[in-house]
Structures are given as structure tokens and as C-alpha cells.
């Protein structure tokens, strides 16, 4: 008798396999042992997982923001000078002297 997918998936418990062996669940399929795999790990007291971040932060900020500087500069320096100039026109305009320049254009 064959046994049902239900069994060959691992939920049964019931003994299949070629000697008659549950493989297990999945994630522990009960074979062998692996071997002449080496790891390594540091304790997590022993880490410094933000070692260097600060300077590495401003180095790499100043990196990214000067290849980019061309990009975003005039744009900015365009945008200052044409606000800065509508600023002063309003002022002009709303003043004494704007107000008796364009009396007659209303």
C-alpha cells in the first residue's frame, strides 16, 4: 500500500521512507548531521554595531551632496533671487510712492 500525501508530507507521524523512518516536520527532516561546516560569531555584548556611523554619516553626506550640487544649485540660487525681487516689487507697490506711480492704471 502507497502511502497518502497527508503522510508524505510530514504530518502523520506514521514511519515511511525506505527503512520505514519518519523523515520529520519541515525544518527538521531528521537526516544526517552536517559536517565540515565552520562558524564563527562574537558575543552580542562584545558588538559595536554603530562603530564609525557618525563619521561615516558626514563623509558620506558631503560626498553625495557635492556630486549632486550642480543639479539642485541654480535651480535654488534662481528661485532666491526671483523671490527676493517679487518681495521688494510688493513692498514697492504698496508703498507711498508705488501707490502715486500706478494711481491711474487701477
Request: proline share 5%; aromatic share 14%; charged share 15%.
Amino acid at each position: 500500500m502507497r502511502p497518502t500525501q497527508t503522510m508524505l508530507g510530514g504530518g502523520g507521524g506514521a514511519p515511511i521512507g525506505k527503512y520505514n523512518h519518519f523523515l520529520g516536520g519541515w525544518g527538521n527532516f531528521g537526516g544526517m548531521k552536517q559536517r565540515g561546516i565552520i562558524s564563527y560569531g562574537i558575543s552580542p555584548n562584545r558588538q559595536n554595531p554603530l562603530a564609525g556611523a557618525a563619521h561615516d554619516a558626514v563623509f558620506n553626506t558631503f560626498r553625495r551632496v557635492s556630486s549632486q550640487f550642480l543639479y539642485w544649485a541654480p535651480s535654488l540660487v534662481a528661485g532666491y533671487y526671483i523671490m527676493n525681487w517679487a518681495i521688494e516689487r510688493n513692498h514697492y507697490l504698496n508703498s507711498k510712492a508705488g501707490r502715486a506711480e500706478f494711481a491711474g492704471q487701477e
